[in-house]
């Protein structure tokens, strides 16, 4: 596919150049707190929901450096997918997902984390 034409990257891929925008736009400002941080893409989340989730599918998680691991977020592909109304509302919501998880790696505020956060999905 010549790289010319829209359908040369796949939706995937798209999805993923937003998570890493999002993850740039954020290391400008949280640089020294987010290093040795991992952030990943899956399709979707496991079956078992985290004990602290309550309803719904999640749209991405936090998980705590441990045994050697680094911090982890994952970022939940299909489920944000479903979500978004178009891609503008994609890239948002992508945003907001990332800022909220980085929130609960900081331990602070979305809002302290980005003031461009919006809380409404």
């Known amino acids: 596919m010549p790289s010319t034409l829209p359908a040369y990257r796949t939706r995937a891929e798209r999805f993923d150049d ?19 941080t991992e952030f990943a893409v899956e399709d979707v989340p496991p079956s078992q929901p985290a004990p602290w989730e ?6 991405g ?13 994952v970022v939940y592909r299909r489920p944000i997918e479903i979500r978004a109304f178009d891609r503008d509302d994609l890239a948002d919501l992508v945003h907001d ?3 909220e ?3 609960h790696l900081l331990g602070r505020a979305p809002q302290d984390v980005d003031p461009d956060f ?4």
């Open 54 to 59: 309550i309803g719904g599918v999640p749209l």
């Open 118 to 121: 919006r809380d409404d999905h």
């Open 101 to 103: 998880q980085v929130a």
């Open 97 to 99: 997902v990332v800022v």
């Open 61 to 73: 998680r936090y998980f705590p450096s441990d045994a050697g691991q680094p911090d982890r977020i």
């Open 18 to 36: 937003l998570v890493l925008e999002a993850v740039e736009t954020l290391e400008r400002r949280w640089s020294r707190q987010l290093d040795g």
